[in-house]
Nanobody, 119 residues
Framework: QVQLVESGGGLVQAGGSLRLSCAASGSIFAIIVTGWYRQAPGKQRELVAQ???????NYADSVKGRFTISRDNAKNTAYLQMNSLKPEDTGVYYC?????????????WGQGTQVTVSS
């Protein structure tokens, strides 16, 4: 089991920045991918960014060049630095962690943090 707690959301004007944090606890050693997803009102949850245990990253086209995913293994925390924010970035941002199949392949979610970008 993995527990994920997000923080750092809030209200920001377009063009501003926010940094989201995701603190993990539990069976952290088994995590192979950590990601950030978002869900806007009336829309499906979508992938924003991922980082693997080896450090490889993947971004949605809509955030490339503006968002950066990173992690601090010593603090068991993943981050999403969001710059040049746009109103369409508004939504609830969820942290996700996936266990390797040899550890059961569990898929874990945080409770979400609201990001609102005003125009």
């Amino acid at each position: 089991q993995v527990q994920l707690v997000e923080s750092g959301g809030g209200l920001v004007q377009a063009g501003g920045s926010l940094r989201l944090s995701c603190a993990a606890s539990g069976s952290i050693f088994a995590i192979i991918v950590t990601g950030w997803y978002r869900q806007a009102p009336g829309k499906q949850r979508e992938l924003v960014a991922q980082i693997t245990s080896s450090g490889s990253t993947n971004y949605a086209d809509s955030v490339k060049g503006r968002f950066t995913i990173s992690r601090d293994n010593a603090k068991n925390t993943a981050y999403l630095q969001m710059n040049s924010l746009k109103p369409e970035d508004t939504g609830v941002y969820y942290c996700n962690a996936v266990h390797g199949t040899s550890y059961g392949g569990g898929n874990y979610w945080g409770q979400g943090t609201q990001v609102t970008v005003s125009s």
